[in-house]
């Protein structure tokens, strides 16, 4: 019997190259929810391939879906996917397949959930509220702050200017 997992390739859709439409942006808040729904079902068969194929199921809880920082990982790894094992061959990039496995396995500890290890889902801790007076803190730096009103300078500015001046040249 014949599934997914034997063949990755066919969670693409059976169409010619040149009829293919090319692999999209996922941006899950731009999406009408009927398209999330479709896109966010599209991605679990997708990782689940991925946590069979590379034995990730230590690493990527089964309640991955459930966690947005780990839905936006998984999502970029599949587009690279999709560009890499389904996208056009691009010149230059010849180890674009060993490029994608070793983004794969640096994204690995992003994946994982320590509250989550056991199996058992655990809701992310609530996001802390914003202390009073943040915002006008933060704008009081804006308008106050060198690092923010500086005037524009190259790095390497210094450097000619002394170049400049060790051989006696305007700039």
């Not at 896109?39 to 194929?53: I, K």
């Not at 990730?56 to 990982?73: A, F, G, K, M, Q």
């Not at 199996?119 to 730096?141: I, S």
């Not at 702050?145 to 060790?166: D, I, Y």
Request: charged share 20%.
């Amino acid at each position: 019997m014949s599934s997914d997992f034997d063949n990755p390739a066919s969670l693409w859709p059976t169409m010619p190259p040149e009829a293919r439409p090319e692999p999209q942006r996922w941006v899950w808040a731009a999406m009408d929810p009927v398209d999330r729904q479709q896109r966010l079902r599209e991605l679990a068969t997708w990782v689940d391939w991925l946590r069979t194929t590379f034995e990730l199921h230590n690493s990527i809880p089964p309640c991955w879906y459930r966690h947005p920082p780990v839905v936006e990982h998984l999502t970029a790894l599949y587009a690279g996917w999709i560009r890499t094992y389904a996208g056009e061959e691009t010149p230059g990039r010849e180890l674009a397949e060993a490029d994608w496995i070793n983004t794969l396995h640096a994204f690995t500890p992003r994946l994982q959930l320590a509250a989550c290890a056991t199996g058992m889902h655990q809701p992310p801790p609530p996001v802390p509220p914003v202390m009073p007076g943040t915002e006008n803190d933060f704008d009081h730096y804006l308008t106050t702050s060198e690092t923010t009103n500086a005037p524009a300078a190259h790095p390497a500015a210094a450097e000619l200017r002394r170049q400049a001046g060790e051989a006696d040249l305007p700039l």
